[in-house]
């Protein structure tokens, strides 16, 4: 698909550059045989007003005719006007084209005729310099559109791969995205399936029964949650994130949304710090920016060794900083940034803990939605993760 893609911006661009082309050398064409034409006018108008011979770059002759028949011809050409049978066969020429000026092809002459009752005169002007001048622009301009296509083909090949490159980059998202979430859903399926057969057995205890409902129940939640995680970031992605903006104390936002990780943070051996700054005033969505907490220190709590977790928010100019750092393996440089990409662990074995690997990725699109920026520090004590937000 990609390649077909490729291939018809290619194709589309080399045929406007074509169209172009074409339309400007014929342009340049038709204004240069109109300029030859012109001047090859004039000289002839020129010639047959004037008694006198004309100074002119273009070899000439004029033909006169009296009454009696007799013909006068004079002028500087290369002809051989001495030839009265070739005079009077342009006269002729001229005589059956029955108009008062044209062109006689087969000699390269441009004429015009000036005729009474008393006496005719034709004047001629030999225009063979005028069409070397045309051919020579014909293959001038072949040359140069060949060569000109030739360069537009390697940009706009070039140009076909930086332009096709976003649309890539969707496509194999979209792949590898529809792929992880097959993936993810493939095992709490099976579970329900398992437990939901084992539970029709006639002989089942009470307790096995309701184990295996539970077991059911439990993998029920967690796809419930992958899904609606997934159009989370769906709407995020179609501009269609519903997010209403307010005026909130942020200190007291992140104050609130830290109180229900306490015990939760606690059974799992860790200590929760905050360091929050009391009035930050902000505008941005109440439930989102709330979600972007829960999803940090949910993270923090998953992955951490036992220690301390630390939450500071702090203004620093224009903009207001929150930080949550935890104890545990550093997460390598490599990482850091790939963390934040849909289903992606940095644990190879992809042990289910309960994640999705999907929160870091809602998050970084909350955040961005209120024009702030996400990312994340390592060092030997653990990692650190950092939301900047404007004010």
Not at 6 to 24: A, C, E, H, P
Not at 72 to 91: C, P, S
Not at 115 to 134: C, E, G, M, P, Y
Not at 370 to 382: A, Y
Request: with cysteine.
């Amino acid at each position: 698909m990609i390649g077909k893609l490729r291939k018809k911006f290619v194709l589309v661009t080399m045929s406007i550059v074509t169209g172009m082309l074409l339309i400007i050398f014929t342009l340049i064409y038709a204004f240069t045989a109109w300029n030859l034409n012109t001047q090859a006018d004039n000289l002839l108008e020129t010639l047959l007003s004037s008694p006198q011979p004309v100074k002119t770059a273009l070899p000439y002759f004029t033909v006169s005719k009296n009454p009696r028949g007799n013909l006068f011809v004079e002028g500087a050409t290369d002809f051989d006007i001495e030839n009265e049978a070739l005079v009077q066969a342009l006269l002729d020429a001229v005589s059956s084209k029955n108009r008062y000026s044209g062109e006689i092809r087969e000699y390269n002459l441009r004429y015009r005729v000036r005729a009474n009752h008393l006496d005719l005169k034709v004047a001629f002007v030999d225009i063979s310099s005028h069409q070397s001048t045309l051919w020579g622009l014909v293959q001038i301009s072949i040359l140069v559109g060949l060569l000109g296509l030739l360069a537009f083909g390697v940009i706009s090949i070039k140009l076909a791969k930086w332009a096709v490159a976003p649309v890539e980059d969707a496509w194999q998202k979209q792949k590898s995205f529809i792929s992880d979430a097959s993936h993810e859903l493939k095992t709490p399926l099976a579970v329900i399936m398992s437990n939901a057969e084992l539970l029709q057995s006639e002989e089942l205890a009470p307790s096995d029964r309701t184990r295996y409902s539970g077991n059911i129940l439990t993998m029920s939640k967690q796809m419930r949650h992958l899904v609606e995680g997934m159009l989370e970031l769906a709407r995020a992605d179609n501009g269609k994130i519903q997010t209403f903006f307010q005026p909130l104390n942020l200190g007291n936002l992140i104050s609130q949304a830290v109180l229900p990780f306490e015990p939760v943070l606690y059974e799992r051996q860790l200590i929760l710090e905050a360091e929050i700054a009391p009035d930050i005033p902000f505008s941005g969505s109440e439930s989102h920016l709330r979600q972007v907490v829960d999803i940090l220190l949910e993270n923090a709590a998953k992955y951490s060794a036992p220690g301390i977790v630390k939450l500071t928010l702090s203004r620093q100019n224009r903009y207001a900083l929150l930080s949550v750092s935890n104890p545990g393996t550093p997460i390598p440089a490599e990482d850091r940034e790939r963390i934040f990409e849909r289903f992606y662990r940095v644990d190879s074995a992809r042990e289910r803990n309960g994640s999705f690997g999907l929160g870091l990725s809602i998050a970084r699109a909350i955040v961005a939605d209120h024009g702030g920026k996400i990312w994340v520090d390592s060092n030997e004590s653990g990692n650190c993760f950092f939301v900047q937000l404007p004010l």
